[in-house]
């Protein structure tokens, strides 16, 4: 038997996600909003697969829920069932989001010399363990462009040094502009400008190497072995034109001890940036996160 051969046996599995959808609402919390949803979704033949909902102050609060449902022939189908959660949404002063989950998000990732965070994404990514499609990696230095590579992802090395970035913030959008989705910050060491932020016209995903705000600025190891910090930590966020002060998505922390060196802190802060990053945009990509003001709702 030739491997032509053996290969036309293989059944290849549908994937988990085939022919399902999300639909996120947010919007004041009144009677019949569950109601509302279910109702529309069983009248199109949907069979719901998870729903997670919360309420802030059920009487006149804020409402949230996020439901997963089974839909045949989704692709065909879906529009049709959108017209009407829309209209029935609308009556009830509703704002909704409707995902096929069968379409990975594309995502680009922005880097520069530190390549542990990168990497983990697109180790996981290719692992199947990240629901998005990784469009291109950006990065200010030229370091990382073979290690990318290596994932056959496609690398754009944009240099952003000096005070005036707005020529590399230009190209920064010249190159996003209509190919993803959203974007992650994987140890950019750049600061996006409020222009850039209003510009690109899709939500950015932060890690920062500490609680924030804790050790804001260059060398943050070294400031907290200075301070005896007993925990170190990572948050990932959304960039707003606040520097650091997006809402924030995931946080952790491990326990250090005076006998830790800097790199030791370091190589343990690593990890856990890593694992914070990672759930961040795993969650954002399974659309699990509702941004409301300046926090978030997260069905994790």
């Not at 290969?7 to 085939?18: D, E, G, K, L, W």
């Not at 804020?62 to 959108?82: C, G, H, K, M, Y």
């Not at 190589?267 to 300046?294: C, F, K, M, P």
Request: aromatic residues 6%; charged residues 20%.
């Amino acid at each position: 038997m030739t491997l032509t051969e053996v290969t036309r046996q293989i059944t290849v599995p549908r994937p988990a996600t085939a022919d399902q959808a999300v639909l996120i609402v947010h919007g004041r919390d009144c009677t019949g909003i569950v109601s509302a949803v279910t109702s529309t979704l069983a009248e199109h033949g949907a069979n719901i697969v998870s729903l997670d909902q919360y309420s802030d102050n059920p009487t006149g609060g804020e409402f949230f829920q996020r439901t997963v449902f089974q839909l045949d022939n989704s692709a065909a189908t879906l529009p049709a069932l959108e017209h009407d959660v829309a209209g029935r949404l609308a009556d009830l002063g509703l704002e909704y989001r409707l995902s096929d989950r069968s379409v990975p998000k594309r995502v680009a990732i922005f880097a520069s010399k530190s390549d542990n965070c990168l990497l983990d994404l697109l180790w996981r990514q290719r692992r199947g363990q990240l629901p998005m499609t990784v469009s291109m990696v950006i990065s200010n230095h030229p370091d990382t462009a073979d290690l990318t590579r290596s994932f056959g992802v496609p690398f754009f090395h944009v240099p952003s040094g000096g005070a005036d970035k707005s020529a590399a913030e230009a190209e920064h959008l010249r190159l996003l502009r209509g190919n993803v989705d959203f974007v992650v910050l994987a140890r950019y060491m750049q600061i996006l400008s409020e222009g850039f932020v209003e510009e690109v016209g899709v939500p950015v995903i932060n890690i920062h190497h500490s609680f924030l705000p804790a050790f804001i600025g260059a060398g943050p190891y070294a400031k907290a072995k200075q301070r005896g910090v007993k925990l170190v930590g990572a948050t990932a966020h959304y960039v707003t034109a606040d520097l650091d002060e997006g809402p924030i998505i995931e946080q952790d922390v491990v326990r250090v001890s005076h006998a830790d060196t800097v790199e030791d802190l370091q190589r343990r802060g690593a990890d856990v940036e890593r694992a914070v990053l990672s759930r961040a945009v795993r969650w954002h990509a399974e659309d699990r996160v509702i941004r409301t003001g300046n926090h978030t709702i997260v069905f994790a």
